[in-house]
């Protein structure tokens, strides 16, 4: 009866470089997620921001369709890391997914590809690829 119980409960364990890599997701991803939200909030009741956008962005009439796709693709990288800890591996797969779109609608929206963005999602996936095999 113990070794099942000590089979059992090494499941559960989370490697730390998975667990801190998925708590700085979740972080990152409702901070994202909580500028996209209130940005949309700020455009509909604010006309004028319409205005200062156009003139220092040219994001102007695709504006609310980024922030959309931000919100969305933010609460998807949530529910990815939640996963993760919970040792899915349907949570890799959709944070490989997210990440890949975030990067491509970057490019789309925005005609540029910030470097800072690659190096953190890559060393992300990276690290929860190499407990690949942990996950169930």
Not at 21 to 39: K, R, V
Not at 67 to 81: E, K, N, T, Y
Not at 87 to 108: C, R
């Amino acid at each position: 009866m113990d070794e099942t119980s000590s089979t059992v409960h090494a499941k559960h364990d989370i490697p730390i470089p998975l667990k801190i890599s998925a708590i700085l997701i979740i972080i990152m991803s409702i901070i994202g997620f909580l500028f996209f939200a209130m940005t949309s909030l700020y455009q509909f009741y604010d006309t004028q921001f319409f205005k200062d956008i156009n003139v220092k962005n040219s994001l102007y009439p695709n504006l609310n369709t980024y922030v959309i796709i931000q919100s969305i693709l933010h609460i998807g990288m949530l529910i990815s890391a939640l996963l993760i800890l919970k040792l899915k591996k349907s949570g890799l797969y959709l944070l490989l997914t997210i990440f890949i779109a975030l990067l491509t609608s970057e490019l789309f929206f925005e005609n540029n590809l910030n470097l800072v963005h690659l190096i953190v999602g890559i060393s992300f996936s990276f690290m929860i690829v190499v407990f690949y095999k942990r996950l169930g």
